[in-house]
Nanobody, 120 residues
Framework: VQLQASGGGSVQAGGSLRLSCAASGLTISSYTMAWFRQAPGKEREFVTSFDWTNSTWYRTSVKGRFTISRDTSTNTVYLQMNSLTPEDTAVYYC???????????????WGQGTLVTVSS
């Protein structure tokens, strides 16, 4: 199984980025696919997920700004991030879990992470 995350970069506050997570070796519609992030000196935290019941979940601070989506034809998960703030600066990881969960320790597979830097 491989999860290949991409799309990170540097952007000014108020800007947008779209992250991609291309999966191989698993079928994303059969897993909970999620985005987590980890800022320097902090623990990895849940951002959003799209589970195999077609439900989506968001942490409160990103609701209305971030949107998770998936393309089952390409087995890719996306994270559209709008109205970015410096507090969104982190390495973003995509993960896959067999269960429905927001706990990082319950995820079975992880991508390598992509850095998002938001300047004020």
């Amino acid at each position: 199984v491989q999860l290949q995350a991409s799309g990170g970069g540097s952007v000014q506050a108020g800007g947008s980025l779209r992250l991609s997570c291309a999966a191989s070796g698993l079928t994303i519609s059969s897993y909970t696919m999620a985005w987590f992030r980890q800022a320097p000196g902090k623990e990895r935290e849940f951002v959003t997920s799209f589970d195999w019941t077609n439900s989506t979940w968001y942490r409160t601070s990103v609701k209305g700004r971030f949107t998770i989506s998936r393309d089952t034809s390409t087995n890719t998960v996306y994270l559209q991030m709008n109205s970015l703030t410096p507090e969104d600066t982190a390495v973003y990881y995509c993960g896959a879990a067999k269960g429905i969960t927001s706990w990082a320790r319950e995820y079975d597979y992880w991508g390598q992470g992509t850095l998002v830097t938001v300047s004020s």
